[in-house]
């Protein structure tokens, strides 16, 4: 190896790990060095790199092979990342790469593909100084109309941002580092939804999540990230929209009322049974009643302290919880085209996955695709 | 004289599925790119998990690892460039095109079955140095005249994608 070449990648290496904040010892720990010296002697190009050092680097650092092998290619743009209820920025730093790493391969795919990556979605023509809670609401309700989502948004949000607006939407399990993020950079807009969160809270994060896509350019990060970790003005505004937009102001009264008894009351069950209609937490609705003046906010704060009404929630919703797909359908079929038009390997398909190569074909076939048949198949037009 | 071959990983996984691994070991001399080895985990037969032990077969001396320099890699995805072909293989593909590339073994043949792989070879002008699975099988006679295999593995196919391939070269160059 060139003493050019090994100096350069050390250079690069070294960069690319202070980046992700990870310690020297971190990582010799995770490639299973016996002393963190050796990544050291790699990193200031005293040391060659082998093949699979190199090969398990880029998946420790969330980067594509060939980005180390081509020493003129330039760290991407520094995309930032909004972090929705953070604890931890320092382990968020991994996260937040591993989210670029999607949000790219995502982008790659579409371009490989010749589909357009650009997110559709028009960032809101406002001030800062525009918004208030009426703002809010309004913009909320433009929005509803404006995407079709119909009286039940929670049911189509999803497929219709990623489908309709090309707005990426990745999820996995964040742990405890928060839960949701957005980016917007050169692959287009993306949302990471943490997996591990209950169906009703990914609903509420994402649209939550589409606030900040539509605000990206009118909101500064100290705007949505205060220092004390208190909830910022624009986080409130965030949660404010995902309210009103998965609970639409003309829907809500309707099927409250139509539950209401002939003394004009309201029994627990069917508020819950509203929430899991519209697929946002009871505890969301209920907060929600309060600001369409359906509910008095010291009844909700009574109700809310109820031990049972807890218990019922939890029993009610037991079934409900439906558990988030690793990648969207539209990834999946992004990478299985790629894979079946032949601008990918089934090993780099693998990798796009995040799954070994032995596992690809059983992993489409829980999304429907049958790798083998479909890849050789070609039709003649008439 | 034993054929000297240098399986991807997929063909490794596929040879596992079809029964002929431990065949082949014996009858061929197999090499392994080094990450191929950390890609080829386990393959699935009848809803079960069957694991494959690449190191230990290196360790025990029944396959031979072999290294693809990361300075020749990056020379390689130079070239492929052209053939805007820089992004479709993953590591181990990679590092194993760069071995046969690098002829770190003479005569060592890359067996492969995946198509972008396959593409890269006939742009590089590497048809001499690839073999199908089916060529494999049956210089090593586990393959008998009239028997077949999974369309997937063979010569045929094998052939018409190394001419697609080649047509990619002609039009880039």
């Given at each position: ?83 929705r209820e ?54 909320a ?12 948004p929670a049911c189509?949000l999803r ?19 928060g839960s949701a993020?957005s ?8 949302v990471?939804i943490n997996?591990?969160e209950p169906l009703w809270r990914r609903n509420f994060d994402l649209a939550h999540e589409l606030f900040h ?22 986080e409130k505004?965030a949660d404010a929209f995902a309210a009103s937009l998965l609970m ?27 929430a899991k209609?519209f697929e946002v937490s009871t505890v969301a609705l209920m907060w929600r ?35 988030a ?58 | ?173």
């Open positions: 190896m060139s003493e050019n070449f090994k100096l350069k990648l050390g250079q690069k290496l070294k960069l690319v790990r202070e980046k992700l904040g990870l310690t020297l010892e971190k990582v010799a720990a995770k490639l299973e060095f016996e002393n963190y010296q050796t990544l050291s002697a790699i990193e200031n190009g005293l040391r060659n790199i082998k093949a699979e050092e190199l090969a398990r680097l880029s998946k420790i650092y969330f980067r594509d092979i060939t980005f180390f092998l081509n020493l003129d290619e330039e760290e991407e743009t520094n995309d930032l990342v909004f972090w953070c604890k931890n920025m320092g382990q968020a730093k991994e996260k937040e790469q591993e989210f670029r790493k999607y949000c790219y391969n995502y982008y790659e795919l579409e371009k490989k593909l010749g589909l357009p990556y650009q997110c559709k979605l028009n960032p809101l023509d406002l001030k800062a100084d525009d918004f208030d809670y009426g703002k809010i609401e309004e913009i309700e433009q929005n509803l109309n404006l995407m079709q989502l119909g009286s039940r189509s497929k219709i941002l990623e489908e309709k607006y090309n707005l990426k939407i990745l999820y996995y399990d964040l742990g405890n580092c993020a980016s917007v950079g050169n692959f287009g807009a993306a990471l997996s591990s896509i539509l605000t990206w350019k009118i909101f500064r990060h100290d705007d949505v990230h205060t220092k004390d970790n208190e909830k910022s003005l624009v505004w639409p102001a003309t829907e809500i009264p309707k099927e409250f009322k139509a539950r209401l008894d002939q003394e004009g009351k309201i029994s627990l069950v069917d508020v819950i049974s509203i209609e009643l309060v600001t369409l003046s359906l509910l008095s906010r010291n009844t909700v704060e009574k109700v809310l302290a109820l031990h049972e009404f807890v218990e019922i929630d939890r029993v009610e919703r037991i079934n409900h919880n439906k558990t797909p690793d990648f969207s359908e539209k990834y999946v079929s992004l990478a299985f085209q790629a894979h079946a038009k032949d601008l990918i390997s089934k090993g780099k398909l693998a990798e796009f996955l995040n799954i070994t190569i032995g596992d690809v074909s059983k992993k489409l076939a829980g999304y429907g695709y049958c790798l083998e048949e479909i890849s050789d198949a070609k039709l003649t037009p008439a | 004289m034993q054929s000297l071959l240098l399986p991807d990983a997929d063909v490794i996984i596929g040879l596992h599925e079809l029964g002929y691994w431990d065949q082949v070991v014996k009858l061929a001399k197999i090499h392994v790119a080094s990450s191929v080895i950390g890609e080829v985990k386990h393959y699935w037969k009848l809803e079960k998990q069957i694991p494959i032990d690449l190191s230990k077969m290196v360790a025990d001396g029944k396959i031979i690892k072999l290294e693809g320099p990361p300075e020749k890699q990056s020379e390689l995805l130079q070239q492929l460039r052209k053939y805007n072909l820089h992004t479709c293989l993953n590591a181990g593909e990679l590092e194993s095109i760069t071995i046969i590339y690098c002829e770190v073994v003479p005569e060592l043949k890359f067996c492969v079955r995946e198509r972008p792989a396959m593409k890269v070879m006939a742009c590089l002008d590497m048809r001499e140095q690839a073999v199908s699975v089916e060529q494999v099988l049956r210089d090593c006679g586990i393959l008998k005249r009239k028997e077949n295999i999974p369309g997937i593995y063979s010569q045929i196919r094998f052939e018409r994608i190394f001419l697609e391939g080649t047509f990619i070269q002609v039009e880039s160059d």
